[in-house]
Nanobody, 126 residues
Framework: QLQLVESGGGLVQPGGSLRLSCAVS????????IGWFRQAPGKKREGVSC????????NYKDSVQGRFTISRDNAKNTVYLQMNSLKPEDTAVYYC???????????????????WGQGTQVTVSS
């Protein structure tokens, strides 16, 4: 069992930055990958970024490539999503999710992720 808790969301002006955190607890030895997903009102959930626990290989949605950076601190069992140059279209509830089945690669598809956090709201508005 894994528990995930997101934090760091909030209201920011366009062009601003936020850093989201995902604290993981429980059977962390089973953890293979962490992904960040988001869902805006009236839209489907979409994958934003992910990182493999074993290889540290990362993956990004095209629209956030170069603006968002995913990283992890193993000592703290925490994964971060640094979001720069934020745009109004980045507004959404952001979720982190953990997979116990993915191996060396991670995916932006939601189905392999077994555990999900409760989400944190990110609003980009002037």
């Amino acid at each position: 069992q894994l528990q995930l808790v997101e934090s760091g969301g909030g209201l920011v002006q366009p062009g601003g930055s936020l850093r989201l955190s995902c604290a993981v607890s429980g059977s962390t030895s089973d953890l293979n990958a962490i992904g960040w997903f988001r869902q805006a009102p009236g839209k489907k959930r979409e994958g934003v970024s992910c990182i493999s626990s074993r290889t540290r290989r990362t993956n990004y949605k095209d629209s956030v490539q170069g603006r968002f950076t995913i990283s992890r601190d193993n000592a703290k069992n925490t994964v971060y999503l640094q979001m720069n140059s934020l745009k109004p279209e980045d507004t959404a509830v952001y979720y982190c999710a953990a997979s116990t089945s993915l191996s060396s690669l991670c995916t932006l598809l939601g189905s392999p992720y077994d555990y999900w956090g409760q989400g944190t709201q990110v609003t980009v508005s002037s």
